[in-house]
């Protein structure tokens, strides 16, 4: 958390200052800071900059608790598709689901793309033989798949999120299949999602 740490050791500082004193571009620092503004680590003041956030004043458990949370102990059960499976199947578990994305899954159950409402959307419009068509044709595959392990922590998953745009991630581990394939192979045995951060939030508003 060096950003924390430099807001605390030079507050108000500017988001210029902050990326010059790190190294970095003001662009690549962006999501970060408003990841850590959004959990409330620093506050953003306009024409004076980042100070630390209320949930770093003294007293406040908030963000040790933040800090210390894993992927493990937020993740929800993961909701899964065969890659297989129709685009009409997939459209049909979206809505019994009530979830934005689903998880694709090869013949070993292992990580093999994800697709999302908008997905569907686009590949369905004017497409009179999509709901035949397999979620293969329509999924985003792997290595291009962003997903998270369960250790991680639960702010490396946030930043993710924001960084790539994306509202929900797989959680997984690596498969045994890995170890027979030669390649990366990873068992899917969760997913976070932005409903899961709101809440997260929200919790530790509530404790403060």
């Known amino acids: 958390m060096q950003i924390v740490e430099l807001v605390k050791a030079h507050a108000p500082i500017t988001g210029e200052q902050i990326a010059e004193m790190l190294g970095l571009s003001r662009p690549t620092l962006r999501s970060d800071l408003a990841l850590l503004v959004m959990l409330g680590l620093v506050d953003a003041k306009p024409k004076v900059g980042y100070t630390p956030g209320s949930a770093m004043t003294p007293g406040s458990q908030v963000s040790r608790k933040l800090l210390g949370m894993k992927v493990k102990d937020v993740q929800s059960i993961p909701v899964v598709v065969r890659e297989n499976a129709s685009v009409n199947d997939a459209v049909v578990m979206l809505f019994m689901e ?15 793309g994800v697709i999302s409402r908008k997905d569907l959307l ?17 999924m985003t595959r792997e290595p291009n798949v962003i997903h998270v392990s369960p250790d991680e922590s639960v702010i490396d998953a946030a930043r993710k999120m924001i960084h790539h745009q994306v509202d929900s991630l797989p959680v997984v581990v690596e498969s045994k299949a890995a170890q027979v394939s030669g390649r990366s192979r990873w068992d899917v045995v969760g997913r976070v999602t932005k409903t899961i951060m709101t809440n997260i939030l929200v919790d530790l508003a509530m404790d403060r």
């Open 122 to 138: 686009k590949f369905t419009l004017g497409n009179t033989n999509a709901a035949s068509m397999p979620v293969s044709m329509v």
């Open 98 to 112: 009530n979830v934005g994305s689903l998880i694709v899954v090869d013949d070993e159950a292992c990580l093999s």
